[in-house]
């Protein structure tokens, strides 16, 4: 179970987001979001309408921050967050954004290059996935190596004869 960082309360038309400590010390205030610059009308609303716009304001503060571990950081995230929303801003850059997609490709891109038998092919394997990497793919390798070494001498004399 994840460890609580973050405790929230509402007073009025206030949404104080504080670093929890257990639960008997009251949480120490890192911010307070004044929720009547987004309903100026927030405190008139009945409980239901009030709640929804808690829990959706809550939801979206707290999610911005979720790959942060402090809560200090958190509450910075928040702060920008709110000052979107208050700006009009409903999408943002993406603070928790785990970059799955194009890590995703670049393993997919990876795989496929390590198993094509050329030098670049055989390289990442033996970088990337060297449980894979044989005798054989090691023997292909070096044989690649000498080709290039070859080739690099071979480079060398004719600059050096122009």
């Not at 257990?22 to 927030?42: G, H, M, R």
């Not at 997919?108 to 094509?116: A, G, R």
């Not at 038998?117 to 005798?135: A, H, N, Y």
């Amino acid at each position: 179970m994840a460890k609580r960082l973050i405790d929230w309360t509402v007073s009025g038309s206030k949404l104080t987001m504080g670093r929890y400590i257990n639960s008997e010390t009251p949480p120490k205030v890192l911010e307070v979001f004044e929720i009547a610059k987004l309903y100026p009308d927030f405190s008139k609303f009945n409980g239901v309408q009030q709640f929804l716009i808690v829990y959706g304001l809550k939801q979206k503060l707290a999610d911005c921050g979720s790959s942060e571990k402090d809560a200090s950081e958190k509450a910075i995230l928040a702060k920008a967050k709110f000052q979107d929303f208050v700006d009009g801003k409903v999408v943002g850059v993406r603070a928790n954004a785990t970059g799955a997609k194009e890590n995703k490709i670049f393993a997919k891109t990876m795989k496929e290059n390590s198993q094509v038998v050329s030098l670049d092919g055989l390289q990442t394997k033996k970088v990337c996935f060297p449980e894979t990497f044989t005798e054989e793919d090691e023997a292909k390798l070096q044989e690649f190596y000498k080709i290039m070494f070859k080739h690099s001498e071979k480079s060398k004399g004719s600059k050096a004869s122009k």
